[in-house]
Every structure is written in structure tokens, then in C-alpha cells.
């Protein structure tokens, strides 16, 4: 049995808020959780402009690509976050689930991409001491903590 705690992101398309918050659980988290993204309808590839501006931040998103969101992947996880997917998302009783109102990169510019990666990123970094308290977070990709 694993002992780190899985998380799942899930919005629709998978292809940008999700993918975001998953990468960058994953640099901070040091192996210390397991994070996973899914939308409730994947479309084909993550956005051009989110992993643009993730390159940047040196977070690399090559292997990343849209996934569906499966009751089962809900049920493996501790946590659900949800990025717009609402209603669509599968509930599982026991799941714990936190919606996290972010507005959808795909089709944005740099600098929206940019505040919105912003905010995921500092909506990850909360949420990882809160989850494993004993955490040392590596400074933020964006310069600042």
C-alpha cells in the first residue's frame, strides 16, 4: 500500500488549470504525495500557451497530455480538486472534494496565463503544507513566495 496521499486535479478539457496544479504539485512535493490530472471530456492536447508558460518557469510538460477522469481515479485519491468540471466530476463517498474557482487559460494571453499559473501556484503550495506538514517546499518557480 502507498503511504504518500494521492490528488487528483479534474476539469473538462484537462488541458490547462488541471495539468498546471498536477506539474506543480509534483516539482514542489518532492515524491512526498502522488498527483494526478483528468478532465471529464480530454480534449487532444494540453494548451500550447499553458505549457509555454510552465517551460518558462522550468516546470516541463513534454509528457503531459489530456487523460479522462474515471470514477476510479477519484476513488484512488484522497483529495479532488476541481477546476470547472462541477457537476460532471464523479463523486465517490469518502472522497474529500475542494473546488478551486480558476479561470481557464486555454485561448489566453501570456500575462493571463501567467496570473492564472500564479494562482494555481500558490493554491499548490498552501495546500501541500497543509497536507504534509513536515514539508520544506523548494522556493516558487515565479521568483517569490
Not at 13 to 42: D, F, K
Request: charged letters at 25%; glycine letters at 8%.
Amino acid at each position: 500500500m502507498n503511504d504518500r496521499p494521492q490528488i487528483v486535479f479534474a476539469c473538462v478539457r484537462n488541458g490547462g488549470r488541471s495539468v498546471a496544479a498536477r506539474v506543480l504539485t509534483e516539482h514542489y512535493a518532492g515524491g512526498r504525495v502522488v498527483a494526478v490530472s483528468a478532465g471529464t471530456q480530454p480534449g487532444e492536447h494540453i494548451h500550447p500557451e499553458v505549457a509555454r508558460v510552465l517551460e518558462q518557469l522550468g516546470i516541463d510538460t513534454s509528457r503531459e497530455h489530456p487523460k479522462l477522469l474515471t470514477r476510479e481515479t477519484v476513488a484512488a485519491s484522497a483529495l479532488a480538486i476541481t477546476l470547472g468540471c462541477g457537476e460532471e466530476c464523479p463523486y465517490v463517498p469518502g472522497v474529500k472534494y475542494v473546488d478551486w474557482p480558476v479561470d481557464d487559460p486555454g485561448g489566453q494571453d501570456e500575462a493571463t496565463v501567467r496570473r492564472i499559473v500564479a494562482d494555481l501556484d500558490a493554491r499548490v503550495r498552501t495546500l501541500l503544507v497543509e497536507l504534509v506538514p513536515d514539508i520544506t517546499l523548494p522556493p516558487s518557480v515565479l521568483g517569490r513566495d
